[in-house]
Each structure stands twice: as structure tokens, then as C-alpha cells.
């Protein structure tokens, strides 16, 4: 049951209908008073609560009110809804416990599917599974290793990517947020729609909005054809936002408004698309950090990070150095015609001592280069040795 909490009675009635004919059974109230007293004896599913109850429009009521909804029911979801948003207010209701928030007049299909992705996340289950049973479940082929900090990653990656749930990746370079984000997107709903990778840091300012959002024909000086925008390529599927850490804060504010209100305007047309789209990003910067240094907007923040996934750097889990070593290995024999390649034992116990601060990515080229440049089909420690110092150059 969803319990609406809003002093004005056509928005009970929009909401009302709305959530009914989507199969939610609904119970609604006009004041903050109404609402305690029903929360006192009942625990709704999700909770929909109004930002101001008089002509004051701080928004400190609805504040007050989530304070109290936390003391009362700590884990039910609650989206903020309010006519009189502000940056600040948004920020202080997601600091204070509020899961989502929603600007009125609200876009129905997106309201829809927030609701639908806290309450699917709700039922995440915390069960323990080993990788065999992990992969009875999910389609996790691409992502090698059996530590139990990437036991507990795959769990968590299955259990949210039926949801739409916004996901930050965060890891150092070379760990594999993509691989995460793919795997996200193949378990998904969404898997048969396309997922689209943008490299943030790759995209300079200037040409932000047409990347992204696209533009017609004239748009601008060399807009000498339209150009479709990765969010419209990527609409009913996901789109990849990688090194978002590296967006400047201008393109932070363009980003922030077609996340928050699911819409955006080509370049060179004023007139308005609505994307659904499921959002993973990734970086390898401490945005916490840079949140606090101004560097980076809190509400695009909290935006983009419903559910957060630290991956582990290899020194973390270098038992599953083996395991990598050898399905690169597996590939390499296809890719060059060495159907005989092997690494003896000694040799994946000095790897498993390196320090790579470049992680997978950094053993695969290891690993690639020797076999290009050794023509033996057995690969022992004093090969890798010799090429480890010519590798770190």
C-alpha cells in the first residue's frame, strides 16, 4: 500500500487514480497530523510525501514530517513531491533520508517507474551465493573471479538490475566498472534494447549537448546534417555514462535536468523528447571529495548514485589472478592460432605478488605482449620477468 501524504485534495486525486489503474493499492491523507497517526499503527510500502502543507514554501514542513517518517519506519521508501523545488531543498531531502524526489506537474510513466524501482528494491534479497549458483542465475560470462568481495558485487548486480535503479560504479582504473555495467544491463529487463557507452572525459564542452542530446541540420556552424544524441540512441535501453567525474560543472547542470526530469531538447529545436532510460555511471574519482571541494553538484550526485558498487583493485583479490591469467589466456589461443598456450605455476604465483596499478587491465596486457613477443607455448616466471620492466614503461 502507498500512502499519499499532500494538503491538496486534486493532487490526492491525481495520484490516487493514477496508482490504482497502475495495480497499487493507495491510502491518502491531507495533513502531516493524519499522516502520524496512521503511520503509528500501520507501515505502508512507499510513502509520497508533499514538501509544504501552508503558504510557507521552504519546504522545512516536509522536512520535519520525513524527519519524523524516519523515527517511526527507518527502511520505507519516500519520494519528495513539491511545486516549489530548489537545489538546496532537493539536497536536504536526500540527506535527511528521502529517496527520490519529484518535481509537480510530474511526467506519470517516470513517477511510475520510481516507484517501481524502490519497491523492487525493497525485496532485494541479502543471500549468500556462491559462484556456481550466481551463475545458474545471471548472465555474468565476461566477469572472471570467485573473491568473496566479487561474490558479494555479482549478489548485489543481480538483485538490482531487474530494477531501474541509477547505479555508480566507483573503482580505480582497470577494474572492470565496464564489464559491471554491461552485466548490469544484460541482467536487466532492458536486455534486448540497446546499451550505449559514452566516454565523458572524452567529450569536450563545446560539444556536449550535441553528443548527448543531438542537433539538426543548421544547429550551428558545422551542423551539416542532423545528428541522433546518445540519450535518444540509447531510449528503452541503458546508457553508460563512464568517467563522469571528469564533467565540467556547466555539462553537470545540462546532465542533471534530462536525469531529473527525463527530457531534453535537440540542438536547434525547442521542442521537448521524453527518454526512458536506465543511467549506470562510473568513475575512479572520490565524488564525495569533490563534492565537498565544489567541484561537483551534490544533487547530480545523489541523482545518479540510488545504489553505489566499489570494485576492489586486483592487490585486493589476487587470488583470482590465476583464474584471470588463465581465461586470457583461453582467448589469446583463439585470437593468434595457439591452441597449445599454458602458464606453469610457478609463474601465476610471481604474478599473483605484482603490484599493477593498473589493474586487469594491466595484467591482460602483461600477459598479451608476452605471448606476441615469446613463441613458446609454455610461459614460465623468468619470461614474465624479463618483460615486466620493458611492460611498466
Not at 79 to 104: H, P, Q, R, S
Not at 207 to 236: C, P, Q, V, W, Y
Not at 283 to 300: A, H, I, S
Not at 304 to 312: A, S
Request: hydrophobic share 40%; proline share 2%.
Amino acid at each position: 500500500m502507498i500512502l499519499i501524504i499532500d494538503d491538496d485534495a486534486a493532487v490526492r486525486a491525481s495520484l490516487q487514480l493514477l496508482l490504482q489503474q497502475a495495480g497499487f493499492e493507495t491510502k491518502e491523507v491531507a495533513s502531516p497530523s493524519e499522516a502520524i497517526s496512521f503511520l503509528e499503527h500501520s507501515t505502508p510500502s512507499l510513502i509520497i510525501l508533499d514538501m509544504n502543507f501552508s503558504l510557507n514554501t521552504s519546504g522545512d514542513e516536509g522536512i520535519d514530517m520525513l524527519n519524523k517518517i524516519r523515527k517511526l519506519h527507518a527502511r520505507v521508501p519516500v519520494i519528495l513531491i513539491t511545486g516549489w523545488a530548489t537545489i538546496e531543498l532537493a539536497v536536504k531531502g536526500m540527506k535527511a533520508g528521502a529517496n527520490d524526489f519529484i518535481n509537480k506537474p510530474w511526467n506519470n510513466d517516470h513517477l511510475l517507474q520510481t516507484i517501481r524501482t524502490l519497491l523492487k528494491l525493497q525485496k532485494v534479497s541479502p543471500e549468500k551465493l556462491n559462484r556456481s549458483q550466481l551463475d545458474k542465475l545471471y548472465n555474468f560470462k565476461s566477469i572472471i573471479g570467485e573473491d568473496k568481495s566479487m561474490l558479494e558485487i555479482l549478489s548485489t548486480i543481480g538483485n538490482i538490475a531487474a530494477t531501474d535503479a541509477s547505479v555508480l560504479i566507483v573503482g580505480e582504473s582497470g577494474t572492470g566498472k565496464e564489464l559491471v555495467a554491461e552485466a548490469i544491463h544484460q541482467n536487466s529487463l532492458r536486455s534486448t534494447k540497446s546499451f550505449i557507452k559514452v566516454n565523458l572525459g572524452g567529450i569536450s564542452s563545446s560539444l556536449f549537448e550535441s553528443e548527448m542530446f543531438g542537433h539538426l541540420k543548421g544547429a550551428f556552424t558545422d551542423a551539416k546534417s542532423d545528428r541522433i544524441g546518445r540519450f535518444e540512441l540509447a531510449n528503452k535501453g541503458t546508457i553508460f555514462l563512464d568517467e563522469i567525474g571528469d564533467l565540467d560543472q556547466n555539462c553537470q547542470v545540462k546532465l542533471l535536468r534530462v536525469l531529473q526530469d527525463r527530457t531534453y531538447e535537440t540542438l536547434g529545436s525547442s521542442k521537448a523528447k521524453i527518454v526512458d532510460v536506465r543511467v549506470v555511471c562510473a568513475t575512479n574519482k572520490n565524488l564525495e571529495e569533490m563534492v565537498n571541494n565544489g567541484q561537483f553538484r551534490e544533487d547530480l550526485f545523489y541523482r545518479i548514485n540510488l545504489m553505489t558498487i566499489r570494485l576492489p583493485a586486483l592487490r585486493e583479490r589476487n587470488a583470482d589472478i590465476p583464474l584471470l591469467v588463465n581465461y586470457f589466456l583461453e582467448n589469446l589461443r583463439k585470437t593468434y592460432n595457439r591452441p597449445n598456450l599454458e602458464i606453469t605455476l610457478n609463474a601465476l604465483n610471481w604474478l599473483k605478488q605484482l603490484y599493477l596499478p593498473g589493474n586487469i587491465r594491466q595484467l591482460k596486457n602483461i600477459v598479451e605482449r608476452l605471448v606476441l613477443l615469446n613463441k613458446k607455448d609454455t610461459l614460465n616466471e623468468t619470461d614474465f620477468q624479463s618483460q615486466f620492466d620493458t611492460v611498466l614503461k
